[in-house]
């Protein structure tokens, strides 16, 4: 086998390593990885399901002046429209001439769904004597006032159907009612077009990736020869985002950080390799082995899991890190015994197979976290352990055992009882808990980061956008989606009143600045109904009312509004003949509609809209959800996973550390290793302490998470290098000449696989790995360095 | 709702066809007519609208006074002999008052879409170069017959719905004879001043009208 060329052995499991990464497929909902539970999560979950569209791409245009806007928005949507392969649709704000042609069944469906009081009333005026009356004064305030935007509408809506908003408003919370989405900020200088993608499986980020490859171009090219087109300093900033674009970058983003994470981590350990011991052949074998089990382990999460997390992106280099070591004690054994294979993994097999369970069982303990993404991490690295065992034992091993007749101990780096004295020991044992201390009365004491950013991705140009967007309109600044279900229409509306009353009482303790409820826009069976009967008396008079309005000197683009509206009563009154409620008909209509009210999968759901006193605090969210009404608020969530993490970390850290120090008493049965191997830890504790208060270096709901890791893995050199001590009676040379240098590579092996993740494209990924990866160095060093000094001093060894 | 929120664009291509801003502007004509308002501080203006809507049959005429104090920034425009339709502006309020109904509304000035078009008259036209320069972009001049056609976009909140906006320009005194304002459903409005008094007297009680016996509404 080792005169198959090692080149090639390496490219043909690097292959087989690249197409198990090309063929994993991941999730990019930030909200999987988290806590189900908690309301923010569930209302992510349910405004992704129900009002989120895959293929809806929102398109932000930005211009110094708002008829530049205007314009550009106007040119970009015919644009977009003249390439059907890509887009099925196209919405941007309507002009009134297309507000007059399209938003007759909008308003129709509006006042039929209304309060019948409301509609009763208007009927009133409608009535054979009122009618021309009402029409004649709306053609006088025409002629003599002060002209403005409101005459112009007044002009094609001279009966006043669209003063409907003002009539729902007058029996509700006056600024607090809603309507549909703004689409322009008030000076007009921002837009948005709605694009609705096709042509893709937009459900699958891959294609969403390419079919954005193709729409970027060509919103890029456009908006070049646009600009020739306007005056020199003409500038305009247009910005991708909505769903494919956020699931093309996040997605993009995952298999880049795998990839990257696992390829530096490779060549690190090659190099790191070599350093110790100067050998090709056998570091060819090892990394094939490492992109075999990489392959594998891909293989078999795929299938238990289904789509991976962002968070699970960071598993390949961590069990890059890990698996590495069982090939390294295989590899020295072969070469120190001379060993064949069957020998070997008898003499090393039940060592290596305890270590990966017991790293298994670390790794398994994340699942007492909240955190579902974390969990999923550790269970594939669990599986990558375990499967990483078994690959090194027979796969690697007999690789390993045709080595071993040239014999490397002269080779590479070798370690010695120098470089640490008992006094240096001393001092640094003493300096580094005192400073820790200090240094957490005089600067911050360490503390969760209360915010999502954690759990975001770095560098996002779609997240920039929506930002904007949110800073932009009307409204939308610090406002949280709040969703509201149900499992028919009529419960709904009763359950959007009594979240209403929720709502209502935190405004008034203070808790919310605004409410925006959808209450106009959730059909109302009941209210429709009773309508009924007056649209249909309303529809005899038709042909009387349109009559009127002509001969009061309304063109006839004056009177179309008035027309469509009673076209849609007809066939509202048709629908409500056979069915519950009438569905909203016309494009807009069903476009304004779609945006605050979804059935899906038999769920009947509602979009509100809150703002929050303190979007971090998380009172309003206990004050308003319940069991049918969720918010996505991602300022409180940073606030609950905060609790919940703190929570896992009393429930499951504490329990995990008093089960430990019963184990090394068992395991010691000497009080002085006992307390040697827990001051170690400490030790290394306030080492961490120290660089969180005094770098940039910070805890948040992610990194947190790796506390149990540093923990096992802290543990797990002291007691190696306290029983080599032992064994060798606290000579320290000979200590770490042996399990020294097995630790320096175990260490910088785990250290460079969590380190590679620094680069990574989530905040929070890329802080566990940095975390991780000073935490294992620390511990590496603590047990190489500073143990065996202190180990002669607890026992009293003097030479 | 949507409907009060938004405004056509109709009119932006042709408006771009007819008046391509690359097409180069003469703005020594604005530069002369802001050289005759420097010394101007109040104005009265008799003036003939016609405005031309889309939704409407026949265009409506109809003639009216506009006073202007730059000092204080307010204006009274009045419509109708005697006057039915009253608006003043002081400081950043509305009153707008009917007089045949006897009814009156206050509204802060922009609310009610009121900055579109007539926003020349209630921010009072540009006085100098710098601010004529805020305010709009040129797009073209031409003199046609005796007068300079200064064709602008209104920039800012003041361009929402606004196609185009000419100002006319006398062309041997450069003194502002009229507005054309073309908004983006196809409607227009175009003003004519009929005459024009500067530096006139203008009593606090213009912008103030006797209420007496009017009732608040919301037109």
């Not at chain 1, 992510?44 to 245009?61: A, H, P």
């Not at chain 1, 001379?338 to 993994?345: D, M, S, T, V, Y």
């Not at chain 1, 529809?539 to 076209?567: C, D, M, P, Q, W």
Request: charged share 20%.
């Amino acid at each position: 086998m080792t005169r198959i060329p090692p080149l090639i052995v390496l490219c043909v499991f690097a292959v087989l390593a690249a197409f198990s990464v090309l063929n994993v497929k991941f999730s990019a909902n930030l909200y999987e990885m988290l806590p189900e539970d908690l309301p923010e999560v569930q209302g992510m979950d349910q405004l992704s399901r129900y009002f989120n569209r895959d293929g809806q791409l929102i398109i932000t245009v930005k211009a110094e002046e708002s008829f530049v806007a205007d314009e550009a928005v106007e040119a970009l949507s015919e644009k977009l429209k003249s390439h059907p392969e890509l887009f099925s649709d196209v919405y941007r704000e309507l002009s009134l001439p297309e507000l007059v042609t399209e938003g007759g069944g909008l308003l129709a469906w509006l006042w039929l769904n209304g309060p019948p009081e409301s509609l009763d009333k208007f009927a009133e005026e409608l009535r054979k004597d009122r009618s021309s009356e009402k029409i004649a004064t709306a053609m006088e305030s025409i002629q003599s006032r002060f002209f403005d935007q409101s005459a112009v509408i007044l002009s094609y809506d001279p009966l006043g159907f669209s003063k409907i908003g003002d009539t729902l408003r007058s029996g509700l919370d006056g600024e607090d009612t809603t309507g549909p989405d703004p689409m322009t900020s008030e000076d007009g200088t921002f837009q948005v077009i709605y694009v609705e993608g096709s042509g893709v499986d937009f459900s699958n980020y891959r294609e969403a990736s390419e079919w954005l490859k193709e729409v970027r171009p060509l919103v890029q090219q456009w908006k070049e020869t646009w600009l020739k087109t306007q005056a020199p300093d003409t500038s305009l900033e247009i910005g991708l985002t909505g769903t494919p674009a956020f699931m093309a970058e996040v997605g993009a983003a995952m298999e880049k950080d795998m990839t990257v994470s696992v390829f530096a981590t490779m060549i690190l350990i090659s190099i790191l390799f070599w350093v110790m011991h100067r050998r090709s052949k056998p570091l060819a074998w090892l990394v094939s082995s490492m992109f075999a089990i990489l392959a594998i382990t891909l293989g078999l999460g795929g299938f238990i899991f289904g789509d991976l997390s962002v968070m699970s992106v960071g598993f390949a280099a961590i069990l890059m890190g890990l698996a590495v070591d069982y090939g390294i004690v295989i590899y020295r054994e072969a070469m120190n015994s001379g060993l064949k294979a069957p020998e070997l993994r008898r003499s090393v097999g039940p060592g290596i197979l305890w270590a990966a369970a017991t790293t298994a069982v670390v790794f398994l303990s994340l699942n007492f976290s909240s955190m579902r993404g974390l969990s999923e991490m550790g269970n594939l690295v669990a599986i990558g352990v375990v499967v990483g065992a078994l690959v090194m034992l027979f796969f690697f091993a007999p690789v390993a055992a045709l080595f071993n007749s040239d014999p490397i101990e002269d080779k590479g780096t070798q370690l010695s009882g120098e470089g640490m004295t008992s006094r240096l020991a001393g001092i640094v044992a003493i300096t580094i808990p005192v400073v820790a201390i200090v240094s957490v009365f005089v600067g911050d004491m360490p503390k969760l980061e209360a915010n999502f950013h954690p759990f975001r991705i770095r560098e996002s140009p779609s997240m920039k956008s929506w930002q904007q967007l949110q800073h932009e309109l009307r409204g939308r600044k610090n406002s949280v989606p709040t969703v509201i279900t149900a499992t028919n229409a009529i419960e709904l509306v009763k359950n959007v009143k009594e979240a209403e009353q929720r709502i209502e009482s935190a405004k008034e303790e203070g808790l919310l600045t605004r409410k925006v409820l959808p209450m106009s826009f959730i059909p109302n069976p009941e209210h429709q109904k009773n309508n009924r009967a007056t649209i249909l008396t309303l529809l005899t008079e038709k042909e009387r009312v349109l009559n009127e309005i002509g001969e009061a000197g309304f063109s006839e683009e004056g009177s179309e509004l008035t027309e469509t509206i009673f076209e849609a009563w007809e066939n509202y009154a048709a629908q409500l003949g056979e069915q519950a409620y009438a569905n909203p008909e016309g494009r807009l209509a069903e476009w304004s509609i779609s945006r605050l009210f979804s059935v899906e999968d038999g769920v009947f759901a509602a979009l509100a809209t809150v703002t929050p006193a303190e979007p971090l605090d998380r009172s309003w969210v206990t004050a308003i959800c319940n069991e049918n009404t969720s918010v996505a608020s991602l300022g409180s969530l940073g606030s609950a996973l905060n609790e919940r993490i703190r929570s896992d970390l009393l429930q499951v850290f504490l329990p995990m550390i008093g089960l430990l120090v019963l184990m090394l008493t068992v395991v010691f049965r000497s009080w002085r290793d006992l307390l040697l191997s827990l001051f170690a830890l400490l030790f290394a504790a306030a080492a961490m302490v120290i660089l969180t208060v005094l770098t940039p270096l910070k805890w948040n709901s992610f990194n947190v998470c790796g506390l149990p890791l540093l923990f096992g893995t802290g543990l797990d050199f002291s007691i190696h290098m306290i029983f080599a001590l032992r064994r060798g009676k606290g000579d320290i040379g000979k200590a770490r000449h042996g399990i020294g240098k097995a630790l320096l590579f175990c260490g910088s092996s785990s250290a460079i696989g969590f380190g590679s993740l620094a680069t990574a494209s989530a905040y929070g990924l890329a802080s566990l790995g940095i975390v991780c990866a000073i935490g294992i160095l620390i511990n590496m060093l603590v047990a190489v360095w500073l143990i065996p000094r202190w180990y002669r001093w607890v026992h009293r060894i003097n030479s | 709702m949507l409907f009060l929120r938004s405004f056509p664009l109709l009119w932006s291509c042709l408006a771009l066809m007819i008046f391509s801003p690359l097409q180069s502007a003469d703005l020594s004509v604005v530069e002369k007519w802001m050289a005759t308002n420097t010394q101007v501080s109040s104005v009265k203006i008799d003036f003939t609208q016609k405005r031309t809507m889309r939704s409407l049959k026949v265009p409506i005429s109809q003639s009216g006074t506009l006073w202007m104090d730059y000092g204080k920034d307010r204006f009274r425009w009045e419509t109708g002999e005697p006057a039915q339709t009253i608006v003043t502006k002081q400081g950043g309020n509305l009153l707008i008052v009917r007089t045949p109904g006897k009814k009156f509304e206050h509204r802060p000035f922009g609310s009610g879409g009121d900055n579109q078009g007539m926003s020349v008259m209630a921010g009072g036209f540009p006085r100098s170069m710098s601010e004529f320069t805020r305010k709009y972009r040129v797009l073209s001049t031409e003199k046609r017959d005796n007068t300079f056609r200064i064709a602008t976009q209104p920039l800012g909140s003041a361009g929402k719905g606004v196609s185009q906006f000419t100002f006319v320009v006398q062309a041997s005194e450069y003194r502002l004879v009229g507005m054309e304002i073309e908004l983006k459903d196809g409607s227009s409005i175009n003003t004519v001043f009929n005459r024009v008094e500067l530096n006139v007297s203008v009593p606090g009680s213009l912008f103030s009208p006797d209420l007496t016996g009017y009732k608040e509404t919301k037109f």
